[in-house]
């Protein structure tokens, strides 16, 4: 099989490969299904072994950093390691359809960071971004910007990012501080495309989460229910341009087509599933051809930049 493509991920430097791994499938119970330490053993080593070399997780995850730093942190040097800060520390996980608490006070920031360092048997993060988008006045006046960028200073984290969504995301920009930011983005869900060019635009790096999101029906039966994408995929009749292909598959070039994409975070506990996504990213972008009438079609069908 070829070798994944490499993007640079902003000014961060970093360059990561286009399809990165979303821990979030290791985070076993209550907010999903149970992992075992060789499951999660042996989809992590898969990973590494098909060259992946960005890794995504969060505090919030359950399990994910602890099965990250048991199963491959004598790999360290191979992947670039993300996580997440305003995970609250020594809360209880949520009820599964329910968000976890987050709060951004200077100390509980720190804590977050020191808590992944220990969980994750490292001793720096390649990239902390802020979950749950918060907005600027609540990072300023709570201490948590102040305290990350003060343990980016002591080398324990090297760039900060933000997990950002509209209406936050075009204020984050605007504060020029952030190197990434993680933002939900499919065929789907379109509304954050022109935010996105924005950001790249002021030279950060862009991983977009979600990008094969809602690419099959069991997918969509689980979808917000704000949000109508079997409506969106029928109305666009999408199967028309498949020529042959996977709904995920499609679903997944799609994203990789978004020229200021760098990786793209999928997430699985099967290894069998993981080498489709890799069979599938391998190929790259869809046609220009193909984009041009799917984006035609789908913003026809309501997914479109906001």
């Known amino acids: ?45 898969a990973v590494l072994d098909a060259g992946i070399n960005f890794i995504d997780t969060s505090p919030d995850y359950g399990s994910s950093e602890e099965h990250i730093g048991r199963s491959i942190s004598h790999r360290r040097g191979e992947y670039f390691l993300a996580s997440k800060c305003g995970c609250l520390v020594g809360a209880r996980p949520a009820p599964a359809g329910q968000r976890n608490a987050h709060v951004f006070t200077a100390e ?20 902390v971004q802020f979950h749950a988008s918060p907005g600027r006045d609540e990072l300023e006046r709570e201490g948590g910007l102040a305290e990350l960028q003060k343990l980016q200073a002591e080398g324990k984290v090297r760039f900060l990012g933000m997990s950002g969504t ?11 501080v952030f190197d990434e930011f993680q933002i939900p ?12 060019a924005e950001a790249a635009t002021a ?16 997918d969509w ?3 917000r229910p704000n949000l109508p994408v079997r409506d969106r995929w029928e109305q666009a009749n999408l199967d028309a341009l498949l020529d042959g292909i996977s709904r995920m598959e499609f679903t997944l070039r799609f994203t990789l087509s978004l020229p200021e994409l760098a990786t793209t975070i999928v997430g699985t506990r099967n290894p069998a599933h993981l080498r489709d996504n890799l069979a599938a990213a391998v190929k790259g972008p869809l046609p220009a051809t193909v984009m041009e009438e799917a984006k035609r079609r ?3 069908a309501g997914s479109k930049p906001e």
């Open 108 to 127: 509980n920031v720190r804590a977050g960071v020191e808590q992944s360092l220990r969980r994750m048997k490292t001793d720096h993060l390649d990239l």
């Open 1 to 45: 099989m070829p070798d994944l493509a490499k993007r640079t991920l902003g000014r961060t430097g970093l360059e990561v490969t286009t399809l990165g791994y979303g821990a979030m499938e290791l985070r076993g119970e209550p907010r999903g299904p149970a992992v075992t330490e060789t499951e999660a053993a042996n989809v992590l080593n």
């Open 298 to 300: 789908l913003a026809a």
């Open 203 to 218: 030279g950060a790096g862009i991983v977009i989460r979600g990008g094969v999101a809602r690419g099959a029906p069991t």
């Open 221 to 223: 039966d689980r979808a």
């Open 185 to 196: 983005y499919s065929a789907l869900e379109r509304e954050h495309e022109a935010a996105i």
């Open 166 to 176: 509209l209406p936050n995301l075009r204020e984050h920009i605007g504060m020029g």
